[in-house]
């Protein structure tokens, strides 16, 4: 059998010759996958960022390169697929699918998907760069809304994709799917009553105000700071660094206590000193610590230290003092060296801390 007859030979309506041409073009755009995806990322990067930022990116092709290269991977084998003829393949009218259907069905849904999966992760490298830009403003408002946004898009997204994939892929009339929706939207909405009250109540955080992203507050006996504010949820992190998630309806209904709304953080405290110590120096130490804390560059003049009460076994002082910011971190710093002076000041004055303790005084009887 001579070359010309096996490239001539049919099978499925196809010579062996167009086989040939389908594979050699399979193989050389698979070849060219790769550097032609490093091409439409790069001109895809300068259409989303003007300024090349090493950092913005990195986050652009790890968010887009994956898509893309599946993306060329279809485009080649639609282009692969124009080789061969597959009129034998197409189902007659009333036979239901044929092969050629069940194929050209796949390849749009697989097309479809992999179109809303780069808008998806289009919308990420977007939030990504918003966020980056939030974070430069002195305003929270922002660092709070972007999240929300961008978790609203991708919603909006993936709704639209599964609209489109049953109406083009799974013929689907969308219309009656439509009509069908709004009259089952009384069981849907009472199937889903506590997500639609989680969704309410964001809507509520954001318009209300209650606390920005970045504020430190108290819901529940959870104090944190809060990082995200979602469609269902809020994410706090405590300062044992672990993620406490708080439905969005608890926090609308429940107490909450923004302690980053507060100008000022108040510290009061006892110390209490040995019976033993004089007049003298308690007054001292008083008017030191007094003296201390309204210098301090972090407290207001509202501090008050007093000498207060005689205690079971200590002279108690009261030090009452307000840090000039809502701040954890300033709080327990100014806390820390404030207490570092103390100790320094009632050791200057030759006095003791006090502890617990119990005299025992034994009678001696002389009979």
């Given at each position: 059998m001579e070359i010309t007859e096996i490239l001539d030979f049919k099978f499925l309506g196809n010579t062996f010759l167009s086989y040939l041409y389908f594979l050699a073009s399979i193989t050389i755009g698979l070849l060219i996958v790769i550097p032609l995806s490093s091409y439409i990322l790069k001109f895809s990067f300068k259409f989303f960022d003007k300024v090349n930022n090493q950092k913005n990116t990195d986050k652009f092709n790890s968010l887009l390169k994956k898509p893309i290269k599946y993306f060329l991977f279809l485009v080649v084998l639609y282009v692969s697929s124009m080789f061969l003829d597959l009129s034998e393949l197409i189902s007659n009218?009333?036979?239901?699918?044929?092969?050629?259907?069940?194929?050209?069905?796949?390849?749009?849904?697989?097309?479809?998907?992999?179109?809303?999966?780069?808008?998806?992760?289009?919308?990420?490298?977007?939030?990504?760069?918003?966020?980056?830009?939030?974070?430069?403003t002195e305003s929270k408002v922002d660092d709070q809304l972007i999240p929300f946004a961008v978790d609203m898009a991708k919603v909006i997204t993936i709704v639209l994709g599964i609209v489109m994939i049953l109406g083009n892929v799974f013929d689907v009339n969308i219309a009656a799917l439509v009509t069908g929706l709004g009259i089952g939207g009384v069981a849907f909405a009472l199937a889903s009553k506590e997500s639609l009250e989680n969704l309410l109540g964001s809507f509520t955080i954001?318009?209300?105000?209650?606390?920005?992203?970045?504020?430190?507050?108290?819901?529940?006996?959870?104090?944190?700071?809060?990082?995200?504010?979602?469609?269902?949820?809020?994410?706090?992190?405590?300062?044992?660094?672990?993620?406490?998630?708080?439905?969005?309806?608890?926090?609308?209904?429940?107490?909450?206590?923004?302690?980053?709304?507060?100008?000022?953080?108040?510290?009061?405290?006892?110390?209490?000193?040995?019976?033993?110590?004089?007049?003298?120096?308690?007054?001292?130490?008083?008017?030191?610590?007094?003296?201390?804390?309204?210098?301090?560059?972090?407290?207001?003049?509202?501090?008050?230290?007093?000498?207060?009460?005689?205690?079971?076994?200590?002279?108690?002082?009261?030090?009452?003092?307000?840090?000039?910011?809502?701040?954890?971190?300033?709080?327990?710093?100014?806390?820390?060296?404030?207490?570092?002076?103390?100790?320094?000041?009632?050791?200057?004055?030759?006095?003791?801390?006090?502890?617990?303790?119990?005299?025992?005084?034994?009678?001696?009887?002389?009979?």
């Amino acid at each position: 059998m001579e070359i010309t007859e096996i490239l001539d030979f049919k099978f499925l309506g196809n010579t062996f010759l167009s086989y040939l041409y389908f594979l050699a073009s399979i193989t050389i755009g698979l070849l060219i996958v790769i550097p032609l995806s490093s091409y439409i990322l790069k001109f895809s990067f300068k259409f989303f960022d003007k300024v090349n930022n090493q950092k913005n990116t990195d986050k652009f092709n790890s968010l887009l390169k994956k898509p893309i290269k599946y993306f060329l991977f279809l485009v080649v084998l639609y282009v692969s697929s124009m080789f061969l003829d597959l009129s034998e393949l197409i189902s007659n009218k009333g036979s239901g699918l044929g092969i050629i259907d069940i194929i050209s069905k796949a390849f749009n849904f697989l097309l479809l998907l992999i179109v809303f999966w780069i808008i998806n992760r289009s919308i990420d490298f977007i939030g990504f760069k918003l966020k980056n830009r939030a974070s430069e403003t002195e305003s929270k408002v922002d660092d709070q809304l972007i999240p929300f946004a961008v978790d609203m898009a991708k919603v909006i997204t993936i709704v639209l994709g599964i609209v489109m994939i049953l109406g083009n892929v799974f013929d689907v009339n969308i219309a009656a799917l439509v009509t069908g929706l709004g009259i089952g939207g009384v069981a849907f909405a009472l199937a889903s009553k506590e997500s639609l009250e989680n969704l309410l109540g964001s809507f509520t955080i954001f318009f209300d105000k209650p606390f920005t992203v970045g504020d430190i507050v108290t819901l529940g006996g959870v104090t944190g700071v809060v990082e995200k504010v979602g469609f269902r949820s809020t994410r706090i992190r405590t300062f044992d660094k672990s993620i406490v998630t708080v439905p969005n309806k608890n926090i609308i209904s429940s107490e909450l206590d923004n302690l980053g709304a507060r100008p000022v953080r108040r510290v009061k405290f006892n110390i209490g000193l040995t019976y033993d110590s004089s007049v003298n120096n308690i007054k001292a130490i008083v008017n030191d610590i007094q003296d201390l804390i309204d210098k301090h560059p972090d407290t207001n003049n509202d501090g008050k230290v007093r000498f207060l009460n005689f205690g079971p076994s200590s002279l108690d002082i009261m030090v009452l003092y307000y840090v000039n910011s809502p701040d954890w971190e300033v709080l327990i710093n100014t806390q820390e060296k404030i207490n570092y002076s103390i100790i320094d000041i009632v050791s200057k004055h030759k006095c003791d801390f006090a502890f617990p303790s119990t005299s025992v005084y034994i009678e001696k009887n002389n009979n």
